[in-house]
């Protein structure tokens, strides 16, 4: 019975899907109480740390955006996902970026010392829009405030080709890369003729149902809302 | 890279235009109407739209001057044709008394006194209705209206509206978010663009707000559409593109265009169209066929004339 060894994807991604609609209200309320221990249990973890693991730093947006530090057991969850699903070097970038994402979140509460970004040589160069997006999209879980690194700066550097991005996104409606790239538009310059503010309410009244969706919507606003203070 | 973008973008345009003209010099005598038929048996978009836009396609490729044999030999006798199947204007004439409030014929009648044509009668019926209070009256959609003024402009009658206020109360003067705009809307932003320029004469006339507004999103609405393989529209938006100051020209969109086009010049209006099955190939693809022959004319004509006004 071969298929009992596959991972079972239902379950990690329904569990996906539960923790962003969690990480997702801890957002939107600025729930100071949000703790992962209590969505996910070290003694049955498998498809919560993979959970973790597919969301990575965003998990552990709530305690950034409510400024108080992780918890103990918090930071032992997420480190656990990352042992438990380890990135070998041949990982693709998003896999490496997010990784150094979540390890950098992690950094300060488990006294590890703040992981280099890792080299990547010529991440922008020559990159037109279609391909700036195709590139940004799946790099989303770094767009968020104060994570600063060389692609936070490729994207604060390029405001129209990102709205050009997001725009064939909505257009094709392609909600999940429009909502990712988003994101990345949420901490660069504005452009007129696509207010950040309206993209975000038009996710989120076309797509908003969908958990990863309406996680990347709030953590966009977030976004927003931290480059205007 | 990919190959087909090393080709230059000029040389896709020159490639489709003749296609284009080849293609519309074997198929044009379809559209002939059948002679006697009563005015009201003649439907507007069946039978009048294909030889308008047929005609107006010839009378821009006369303007520029052809871009190479094709070109030379069938719009010349393409706009011939157009006229004497309007009757050398007298069905035109025949039209607007049918229906006096009606612009197509003015319209219309304003691609034949671009290629050099005139029938004395029918400036004589369009001065007096003009005249009247009810022209200006009329509640005529904005880019629609643009196209009247654009016709008046070129018979020589004067401008029932206001070029300014009106061009502010179209879609494209809006500078709408660009995310919303779908194949219609798109439409009448091309044509806009068109009349508002006079089809690329004057792309000056184009205010620069609105230019700025196109060089912004004309690459975001040509992907989404190329990736859709709606050859029609894509056509539309590179002939907007080339009716700016400054027009991009995007070499990868000229090539794909140029390579979607068949041997015999046909040009389908979309990729997934079986044209082997079709009844009607000439009638259904008639309009990417003149889209494509003056998208390649002007691109020709402004790689000669790159800072024209």
């Known amino acids: ?219 966009a606003r977030w976004a927003v809302r931290d480059g205007r203070a | 890279m990919t190959a087909s973008t090393l080709v230059a973008w000029e040389v896709s345009a020159q490639k489709l235009a003749e296609g284009a003209w080849r293609w519309l010099g074997e198929v044009h005598q379809q559209f002939a109407l059948d002679s006697g038929a009563p005015i009201d048996k003649l439907d507007p978009i069946r039978h009048l739209k294909p030889l308008s836009e047929l005609a107006l396609a010839a009378s821009i490729s006369l303007r520029e001057t052809p871009t190479g044999r094709h070109a030379a030999r069938v719009a010349p006798r393409l706009v011939e044709f157009a006229w004497a199947q309007f009757g050398a204007g007298a069905l035109l004439c025949e039209l607007q008394r049918a229906a006096p409030l009606d612009t197509q014929a003015l319209e219309t009648y304003a691609i034949f006194r671009r290629a050099g044509y005139r029938h004395q009668r029918f400036e004589a019926l369009l001065a007096h209705l003009a005249s009247l209070r009810v022209s200006s009256a009329l509640e005529v959609i904005s880019d629609r209206a643009l196209g009247v003024l654009n016709a008046e402009r070129v018979i020589g009658l004067p401008p029932r509206w206001d070029l300014a206020a009106l061009t502010a109360r179209t879609l494209l003067g809006a500078c709408p978010e660009p995310w919303m705009l779908d194949l219609d809307s798109l439409y009448a932003i091309t044509h806009t663009v068109y009349h508002l320029t006079d089809w690329g004469a004057h792309p000056s006339w184009l205010p620069e707000p609105l230019q700025n507004y196109l060089h912004q999103w004309l690459p975001v609405w040509l992907e989404v559409y190329l990736e859709a393989g709606h050859w029609d529209v894509v056509g539309e938006l590179l002939v907007v593109d080339l009716c700016l100051s400054d027009p991009d020209c995007p070499a990868p969109a000229w090539a794909r265009l140029a390579e979607a086009q068949r041997e015999d010049g046909l040009l389908p209006a979309e990729a997934w169209r079986d044209i ?14 003149a889209v494509a022959a003056v998208a390649g004319t002007l691109a020709v004509a402004r790689r000669l004339e790159p800072h024209r006004q």
Not at chain 1, 17 to 26: F, H, K, M, P, Y
Not at chain 1, 38 to 60: C, F, K, N, Q, Y
Not at chain 1, 105 to 116: D, I, N, Q, S, V
Request: charged share 20%.
């Open chain 2, 276 to 289: 082997r099955t079709e009844k009607n190939v000439a009638r259904n693809h008639y309009h990417p066929g």
């Open chain 1, 1 to 219: 019975m071969s298929e009992l060894r596959e991972p079972p994807r239902a379950l990690y991604a329904a569990a996906t899907e539960a923790l962003a609609g969690a990480v997702t209200r801890a957002l939107t309320r600025v729930d100071k109480t949000f703790r992962l221990a209590e969505l996910i249990s070290l003694d049955d973890p498998s498809p919560g740390l993979a959970a973790v693991r597919v969301l990575g730093a965003d998990t552990l947006a709530p305690y950034r955006i409510a400024k108080r530090p992780i918890g103990s057991q918090d930071a032992e969850i997420v480190t656990a996902s990352l042992v438990a699903f380890p990135t070998t070097d041949s990982a693709a970038l998003p896999v490496r970026l997010q990784d150094w994402a979540t390890r950098r979140l992690l950094a300060g509460p488990t006294g590890r010392p703040a992981p280099k970004f890792p080299a990547v040589p010529g991440l922008s160069a020559g990159l037109d829009w279609p391909g700036l997006a195709a590139v940004l999209g799946p790099l989303a879980p770094l767009a968020i405030p104060g994570l600063d690194c060389p692609v936070h700066d490729m994207a604060r550097g390029r405001p129209l080709d990102l709205a050009r991005g997001v725009t064939r996104s909505l257009l094709r409606r392609d909600y999940s890369t429009a909502a990712r790239l988003a994101r990345w538009f949420a901490i660069g310059p504005s452009v007129a003729a696509v207010p950040v503010e309206s993209v975000l309410t038009h996710l989120a009244l076309f797509a908003g149902d969908d958990p990863r969706i309406g996680l990347d919507i709030a953590l």
